[in-house]
């Protein structure tokens, strides 16, 4: 069984309200196995003959569907394909895009049914590869910078499991946000946050750092099974000369390798470039641990597809996907 929490039903619920949709649970058992599917169902804007009709895209993170049992991949797949092509067709749905989860790799099972493109790598921290994690995973830049927050007195860093601390974490992570320039997408309203505590509970853990009383910088983590999903950071503008999310980083490994954990993963870039400005600084503490992140599409009702790009006034061979939501105010870039 995948237990993932990107996995889960109620990952799904707690993003419908950053996704602008409903979440949704597909689940298809039989004798050959098991496979789940989460993702939102979002409205599209334009009537078809007066018909509505609506898209699926992966919740914040990575998603798509996952094999958790099975005895004949050739009939599972099969039974797939028909039962969900089935479910499309009988609630409307357009198409659907996928961003896989890297750690998984569970595009590779469903590479005949979804159109799947390698688009970068997302990295982490091995935290078996050595008995020196700090030594061997993090640069030598964030080593001297962590020794130099370690050596003054005037700083601490605390982890906290359950998130009880939202309000403080969501005053960092708005102003980081602001600071930014940020779309406002990345304004997640503080129900989402009040939702993943409802939802995960001890699931979840914050890294605080302090100068002196004042939390400077916090960071926002995952537990699923023994790995460890680096979701939010912030830091307070004013103390950015001292460089507090290193110790967040190194706080959380620490933590992660005395707690038998296997690897934190952190994600990658809002490009595909590799010099990607926040891929570069993840990679700051991940020597050589990396993951390949795909991304999937599929068109499930072509006819409604292209009338959708035709009546939007957009190229159905865009490199946006759906096309037909390219001009309408929607894209945005989600760093992964």
């Not at 030598?140 to 927050?149: E, F, G, I, Y």
Request: hydrophobic share 30%; glycine share 8%; proline share 2%.
């Amino acid at each position: 069984m995948n237990k993932d929490i990107y996995f889960t039903r109620e990952y799904g619920q707690v993003n419908e309200l950053i996704e602008g949709g409903e979440s949704i649970f597909y689940e298809l058992r039989s004798r050959h196995g098991h496979i789940t599917l989460g993702a939102i169902k979002r409205e599209i804007d334009t009537l078809i003959d007066g018909e509505r009709y609506f898209d699926l895209t992966t919740p914040y993170g990575y998603g798509g569907p996952v094999i958790h049992e099975c005895t004949d991949p050739r009939q599972l797949l099969s039974e797939f394909q028909e039962c969900f092509t089935r479910f499309t067709r009988d609630n409307n749905i357009v198409s659907e895009f996928v961003r896989f989860n890297p750690l998984f790799q569970n595009q590779e099972p469903f590479r005949e049914l979804y159109d799947i493109s390698h688009i970068r790598n997302t990295v982490g921290t091995d935290l078996g590869c050595s008995e020196d994690i700090f030594q061997s995973e993090f640069c030598s830049t964030a080593r001297r910078k962590v020794r130099k927050l370690l050596r003054n007195e005037k700083i601490s860093c605390e982890l906290k499991r359950g998130f009880d601390d939202i309000e403080e974490f969501l005053d960092i992570y708005n102003e980081t946000m602001s600071r930014l320039h940020a779309s406002e997408f990345y304004y997640f309203d503080r129900e989402y946050f009040y939702g993943l505590k409802r939802q995960f509970g001890r699931q979840l853990f914050t890294t605080s750092v302090y100068y002196e009383d004042e939390i400077i910088a916090m960071g926002l983590y995952f537990i699923s099974g023994d790995i460890i999903h680096d979701h939010l950071n912030g830091t307070r503008s004013r103390y950015l000369n001292l460089s507090p999310a290193y110790l967040l980083k190194y706080t959380a490994m620490n933590w992660a390798k005395d707690n038998g954990f296997s690897v934190i993963h952190y994600g990658g870039g809002v490009s595909n470039s590799e010099e990607d400005s926040v891929l570069k600084f993840k990679k700051r503490f991940s020597n050589a641990t990396e993951f390949k992140f795909h991304i999937g599409r599929k068109i499930w009702n072509q006819e409604v597809y292209d009338r959708l790009c035709l009546m939007n006034g957009v190229d159905r061979e865009t490199e946006f996907f759906p096309a037909y939501r390219a001009d309408g105010g929607q894209k945005k870039k989600v760093a992964v």
